[in-house]
């Protein structure tokens, strides 16, 4: 099914530990992008892509790290985990060109760090 | 940068009466597009409805509508007809450029 593909939907790390959250499309998406999700906050933007090679930051972009290699995936790394990113992380992607037909949503990964 | 309010954190509303989610925005740009996203228990987001800033008709997906104030801002959705299956956080968005900017959430509760 086309769509967008999270792995893990679930994970917890230990304070300092590192790990990648991965997003995969194939709808041929140029723009992908990562959020966070936290209690009273809606999502806030953390990185994002408008193409392979091509990566720029959002609202809350400390602590991770992005790299963009194809137009199909999208990894979000933690160096260096810490508790306050305890959070659902979720990847959408859109195409760049055209209308906007609105984004589309992975499933979402719940982390927690303790 | 854009802003994006819900001033109201929690809405109650009863079986096949009508509710209306507030949404209000900050923006200098003349070209963007608004969306309400659905988020059930599942935390899947849903996309309901959207709109184009230079559309002057407000947008209309079944039972879902908008009333879309360009001039104050406003971008309320209206569910009519409730249904127990709507319950959800709701989520106005705004977009401009790459960056899809989201308000806090309404807790939609629909009751018996």
């Known amino acids: 099914n086309a769509g967008v593909t999270q792995t893990p939907k679930f994970q917890v790390l230990k304070t300092g530990q590192s790990m990648t959250l991965q997003c995969a499309q194939d709808m041929n998406h140029e723009y992908m992008s990562w959020y966070r999700q936290d209690p009273g906050m809606g999502l806030r933007l953390i990185h994002y892509s408008v193409g392979a090679g091509i990566t720029d930051q959002g609202e809350v972009p400390n602590g991770y790290n992005v790299s963009r290699s194809t137009t199909e995936d999208f990894p979000l790394r933690l160096l260096s985990a810490a508790p306050s990113q305890t959070s659902v992380y979720f990847c959408a992607s859109r195409p760049t060109w055209g209308p906007p037909h609105g984004y589309t949503f992975g499933s979402g990964t719940r982390l927690t760090v303790v | 940068a854009q802003t994006v309010t819900q001033s109201q954190p929690e809405m109650s509303v009863q079986e096949a009466e009508t509710v209306t989610l507030s949404c209000t925005y900050d923006t200098s740009e003349n070209n963007y597009y608004l969306f309400w996203y659905k988020q059930p228990p599942s935390r899947q987001m849903i996309l309901v409805i959207r709109?184009?800033?230079?559309?002057?008709q407000n947008a209309t997906e079944n039972r879902f509508s908008v009333n879309f104030q360009k001039a104050a801002k406003s971008f309320s959705l209206k569910i009519s007809d409730s249904q127990l299956g709507d319950t959800a956080m709701y989520f106005c968005a705004f977009q401009s450029g790459y960056a899809l900017n989201f308000g806090k959430g309404t807790s939609l509760l629909v009751t018996p």
């Open positions: 709109q184009e800033a230079y559309k002057q």
